[in-house]
């Protein structure tokens, strides 16, 4: 096993807990804003971890640059939907 | 190792199919669809169909899903009423066994088919180099079953049609949908002002690849679509009054060119939507193009809705 293989094991094995722990939380937190909290950062960190792991397998630069535009766009995508369905836990159930 | 994922796959594909009919609420079962189409898009990419996973993420999952939303959250004040008058045992028994007929007839004709399968993919990919385009599945698309597609644009033109006859006589023409009322500092006005430079360009890339490798138009006009639908919920743009005639034109557009391209090659090539040798792959070309902004806003207003604000 060279460096670039254990590299990929271990980001993309770092980002698959960050995805479990990610679910975990959503099944285990108690109240929706903290269960937004617990699934952004499966989307955010695991995801990264897992584009990071496998950026030194892609075949040209094109590649790598297409798996960085994903995340970015799940980062946008998550971040934009997360806060919209915070607002709406917010107005059900207002802070006391 | 790779078995055992797919096995994984296939039961949580089923599982959820079965946990959305059983759902509830409208509104789950309408969630659980969209991520039954994303896991469903994960099973063809497996199989290695990535055109029909492309079509399966942007018009099973994400269209469908985004319609069976909306009218989930219109149905939201009479759930509680047609929950109530549920059908009694008999009803609900003689229901089970019409579906479970229909799924061993359909189990029975899956398996009893000849093995190999009957396929015209060798024949598909003999002939292909003639219609000049790398893909295969632009190829049967757009030279083998040119008819299958042509109708398709034109069922999804009925579609939008079928839509717009819900309006009611005063909104007749008018804008579709509600106005929508978004802060215009709030995040989704920020996700509508940053995501369709970079959509369009996604979209216009799928389309324009989809000559050579997975792509094409239907998916590239979902996207689109999509991107219109964000600027308008964001309250961004507005939804135009249906009785525009640019729109009028711009619908029918795809399909009429489509169609004159079909009746010149009863002249020039003996059959209706047959191509003169040589010219196969720029009619192809032609026909992509004009189609793609037709799909594109037939897509887009489907979404929209029935007209329900009057043109003053």
């Known amino acids: 096993m060279s460096l670039v293989d254990l590299f990929t094991v271990v980001a993309v094995g770092a980002g698959g807990f960050f995805f479990l722990a990610g679910s975990v939380g959503l099944l285990r937190f108690p109240d929706a804003l903290t269960r937004l909290h617990a699934l952004t950062k499966a989307d955010n960190l695991g995801l990264g971890l897992v584009v990071l792991g496998l950026l030194p397998r892609v075949d040209g630069v094109l590649g790598g640059l297409k798996l960085i535009a994903i995340w970015l766009l799940a980062l946008l995508a998550s971040g934009a939907a997360s806060q919209l369905i915070a607002r709406v836990a917010r107005r059900a159930n207002p802070p006391a | ?312």
Not at chain 2, 199 to 209: E, K
């Open chain 2, 1 to 312: 190792m790779i078995d055992a994922l797919n096995a994984v796959l296939a039961l949580l594909v089923l599982g959820l199919a079965v946990w959305t009919v059983v759902a509830r609420s409208t509104f789950a079962a309408a969630v659980g669809f969209v991520a039954y189409g994303m896991l469903l898009t994960l099973a063809w990419v497996q199989l290695q169909s990535v055109d029909v996973a492309l079509t399966e993420g942007a018009i099973g999952g994400g269209l469908t899903g985004a319609m069976l939303i909306a009218a989930a959250s219109r149905l939201r004040g009479t759930e509680a009423a047609a929950r109530a008058e549920r059908p009694g045992l008999p009803i609900r028994l003689a229901a089970a066994l019409v579906a479970a007929c229909v799924a061993a007839a359909l189990a029975i004709a899956v398996v009893s088919l000849p093995d190999p399968a009957p396929t015209l993919a060798y024949e598909t990919a003999d002939n292909l180099a003639a219609t000049g385009v790398g893909n295969p599945l632009t190829g049967v698309l757009l030279a083998f079953r040119a008819m299958d597609t042509l109708l398709e644009a034109i069922v999804v033109l009925f579609a939008m049609i079928g839509v717009w006859s819900l309006a009611p006589d005063r909104a007749w023409g008018g804008r579709p949908g509600r106005v929508q009322r978004a802060d215009p500092d709030g995040i989704l006005a920020y996700l509508a002002r940053v995501l369709p430079p970079i959509g369009i360009v996604v979209a216009v890339y799928i389309f324009w690849i989809g000559a050579d490798l997975p792509g094409g138009k239907f998916q590239g006009a979902s996207i689109l679509a999509a991107m219109w639908l964000l600027a308008v919920m964001a309250g961004l743009a507005d939804a135009p009054p249906v009785s525009r005639k640019w729109i009028r034109f711009a619908l029918i557009g795809g399909p009429v060119v489509f169609m004159a391209i079909g009746a010149a090659g009863v002249v020039t090539a003996g059959a209706f939507l047959a191509y003169p040798d040589g010219l196969a792959k720029p009619l192809i070309k032609v026909i992509e193009w004009a189609l793609l902004p037709s799909l594109a806003l037939t897509l887009a207003l489907i979404l929209a809705g029935a007209p329900e604000r009057p043109v003053r």
